[in-house]
């Protein structure tokens, strides 16, 4: 009864126990079967997108998830070292890397930095945004590929 008034209040205990679990699981090591080149967009979390928990997903994010010299490396070390069978380039939409690229507006910092490596997705396809991400995630895989 106690367990179900728990759950009627939405104060759950038995997850914690299944992280606890599964972070003593992967301390030691971590064994994902996918890694995924993603945006640093708070509003894409990977694991959650995919339903995935602690240790099934090597996550490399950047924004505009594009596949700098320093991208490859971390995504190299995932399949070489950890053995991830699966790799995958995730866009989303309202994507600010890519509208900033499309837009080419001077910005603070290091930001413009992404500029180049988006530049052939915004060439592709123009200054639609969407058909902007859908071009780089297709042109990033690319990248990976060779």
């Known amino acids: ?20 679990i599964l972070a003593q699981k992967t301390a030691e090591k971590q064994e994902p079967f996918a890694a ?54 995730l866009g989303h939409s309202a994507c600010g890397a890519v509208t900033a690229a499309i ?8 930001i413009s930095a992404l500029y180049s490596p988006l530049r052939p997705a915004v060439d592709q396809a123009g200054p639609d945004p969407d058909a902007t991400i859908r071009a780089n995630a297709r042109i990033q895989a690319g990248l990976l590929g060779k």
């Open 1 to 20: 009864m106690g367990g179900n008034a728990r759950f009627v209040a939405g104060q759950l205990t038995s997850f914690q126990e299944d992280l606890t």
């Open 36 to 89: 995924v080149l993603s945006c640093a967009d708070s509003r894409v979390p990977v694991e959650i997108l995919f339903d995935q928990t602690i240790g099934h997903v090597f996550v490399v994010r950047v924004a505009g998830n594009v596949a700098t010299p320093e991208i490859v490396a971390s995504l190299e070390y995932g399949a070489a070292v950890l053995g991830t069978r699966l790799l995958m380039v």
């Open 103 to 110: 837009g080419g507006k001077a910005v603070p910092g290091q």
